[in-house]
């Protein structure tokens, strides 16, 4: 079974890029099965569908933060990262990255990322 | 894309029968069977728990269903436990190649 981890800074300073990876174990980033997405959620609020990533590179995001992210994969490494640029306050979330198509059938366990100076 | 609209609570008691419905456009619940849901429990990642509008995944309890009618999609909690307090959200793929969440629903069983 696939399994999930996030990591990356948990403090970014307003203005500058948040960057993420997802190490995905249990299974090749290539095989596939899945799109690879990531999903936020701020403090105390819903679920945000941030964008996914295909093995091939294809990618789709959410039309809301498309001019701040690039989600890309690097396959030798099994993993796959997020880097939203420009950061403010209202980017303060927990980040998941999670697997799937339809359907999101495998999370990570969230990381904290606080936006402040 | 907006999020999908879905109510902000839903009271229940033991042993008892819940709907929480998920209303779209036709961009989106209505245009695609692609409607998951989603139960999360405060602190931990979200886990699926319907896809595909009304499939359940290996592992999770036949008390939940989902259907969907229109632009609406809902999710039905039958024989409610204690243990279901919960946020529910909702999911549709787009079709703009996208997905969208739910505003997400409290279930609270009293």
């Known amino acids: 079974q696939v399994q999930l981890q996030e990591s990356g800074p948990g403090l970014v300073k307003p203005s500058q890029t948040l960057s993420l990876t997802c190490t995905v174990s249990?299974?090749?980033?290539?095989?596939?099965?899945?799109?690879w997405s990531w999903i936020r959620q701020p403090p105390g609020k819903g679920l945000e569908w941030i964008g996914y990533?295909?093995?091939?590179?294809?990618?789709y995001y959410t039309p809301s933060l498309k001019s701040r992210l690039i989600i890309s994969v690097d396959t030798s490494q099994n993993q796959f990262s997020l880097r939203l640029t420009s950061v403010t306050a209202a980017d303060t979330a927990v980040y998941f990255c999670?697997?799937?198509?339809?359907?999101?059938?495998?999370w990570g366990q969230g990381t904290m990322v606080t936006v402040s100076s | 894309q907006s999020p999908l609209t879905q109510p902000i609570t839903v009271p229940g008691s033991p042993g008892q029968s819940i709907t929480i419905s998920c209303t779209g456009t036709?961009?989106?619940?209505?245009?695609?069977?692609?409607v998951s849901w989603y139960q999360q429990i405060p602190g931990k990642a979200p886990k699926l728990i319907i896809y595909?509008?009304?499939n359940r995944p290996s592992g999770v309890s036949n008390r939940f269903s989902g259907s969907k009618s229109g632009y609406t999609a809902s999710l039905t909690i039958s024989g409610l436990h204690t243990e279901d307090e919960a946020d529910y959200y909702c999911?549709?793929?787009?079709?703009?190649?996208?997905?969208?969440f739910g505003t997400g629903t409290k279930v609270t069983v009293l």
């Open positions: 999911s549709s793929f787009t079709s703009s190649g996208t997905h969208v």
């Open positions: 990533i295909y093995h091939s590179g294809t990618t």
């Open positions: 036709s961009s989106d619940v209505g245009g695609y069977n692609y």
């Open positions: 595909d509008v009304s």
């Open positions: 249990g299974g090749s980033i290539s095989s596939g099965d899945y799109y």
């Open positions: 999670a697997a799937g198509y339809n359907a999101f059938g495998v």
